[in-house]
Every structure is written in structure tokens, then in C-alpha cells.
DNA sequence: GCCAACGTTGGC
DNA sequence: GCCAACGTTGGC
């Protein structure tokens, strides 16, 4: 089973905002790489769920795969910023799944205590910094999932 | 198919 | 807001 994290600014959506709506469609990825990945997520496959461009950018919880990839409706339309007008229902060129909410973390993780962990060093999002959608391994997820459940180290909590 | 120009991402 | 990294586009 294999493991994932997806990127997201947390000011257009963020883990709060998948808690609330519970699941959501993963949609807009308009980048080959992010897409060859994103169809390989397997229904009940978990991600993290990042949020970047933000004042501490981090993982903030857990993502499931609630239905694999199919065609992004948003590259169809002329009024989304996603539109792609080379793309057609026929022969779509964009897809998305459906991801649920596990959880939020109890404190974000940030990037730059992942850049200084030990047994991250190889992890995809430390050295393909414009990924949004990325594979993750057991070692690196079992490692996150770890520090999730340790206080924050500079917050003295 | 190369590569310069351009646009976007995203940390800081 | 700046700017480095890097993905995409398009002329040749």
C-alpha cells in the first residue's frame, strides 16, 4: 500500500476546511508528473495532507482516497482558471479522485523541522519542491506520523 | 529536438 | 514581495 502527500494553499482549502466538507475532489493538478501520480492512488490509500505558501508551511493531518482518478469536469469549463481548452471530454487530458478527512494533526509539522529530521533526507518533498503530488515511503510516513504525536519541540508544550 | 523565453510554485 | 527552481511553450 502506498502513501502520498498533496499539496494545497490553506487559504483557498485547507485540513479544515476537508473536515468540514469531509470529502472533496482533488481537482486542478495541471501537471504531468503530479497526474501520473495522482492515478496511481488507490481507493483506501492514506496521504498527508500539506499546506504550503502559507506562514508555516507543513504537514497538517491525513488525507484518504475516497474514489481513484477520473476526469477533472474543470478542464471542460471555459469559466474555471482550470479550464484547458486542448483537453476534450473525449480524450481528457486532467484527473482527479476524491479525498476524505482522517484527521487533522494536533499541531502542523513544519517543513522545516522535516528538513532536519533524521530518515527524511531522501523524502520527494525536500528536494522536488514544486510537486504537488508526491509518493511518500513507509519509512518517511511512519517517521511524520511519529512527530505528530510529539509535542512541538520549539513550542515547549 | 533544442533551447530561450516565459510563467508558476512556493519558501523565505 | 522577492526570487530561485523548474515546468511549459514555441520558434527554428
Known amino acids: 500500500v502506498a502513501h502520498w502527500l498533496l499539496k494545497t494553499e490553506p487559504d483557498s482549502f485547507s485540513i479544515d476546511d476537508l473536515e468540514r466538507k469531509r470529502v472533496e475532489h482533488w481537482d486542478g493538478v495541471r501537471n504531468y508528473q503530479a497526474r501520473s501520480n495522482l492515478r496511481a492512488m488507490r481507493q483506501g490509500e492514506l496521504a498527508f495532507f500539506y499546506h504550503s505558501s502559507t506562514e508555516v508551511p507543513g504537514v497538517a493531518g491525513i488525507c484518504v482516497v475516497e474514489r481513484e482518478a477520473y476526469p477533472d469536469e474543470s478542464q ?29 494533526f494536533a499541531r502542523v509539522i513544519p517543513l522545516a523541522e522535516l528538513r532536519t529530521t533524521p530518515g527524511l533526507e531522501e523524502m520527494v518533498l525536500l528536494h522536488r519542491p514544486r510537486l504537488s503530488v508526491q509518493p511518500v515511503s513507509d519509512t518517511e510516513w511512519n517517521i511524520i506520523n511519529d512527530l505528530a504525536e510529539q509535542s512541538d519541540p520549539a513550542g515547549g508544550g
Do not use: I
Not at 84 to 101: G, T, Y
Open 76 to 104: 471542460f469549463d471555459p469559466e474555471s482558471k482550470y479550464f484547458d481548452p486542448k483537453s476534450s471530454p473525449d480524450n481528457p487530458r486532467w484527473w482527479m479522485p476524491d479525498v476524505a478527512f482522517v484527521k487533522k
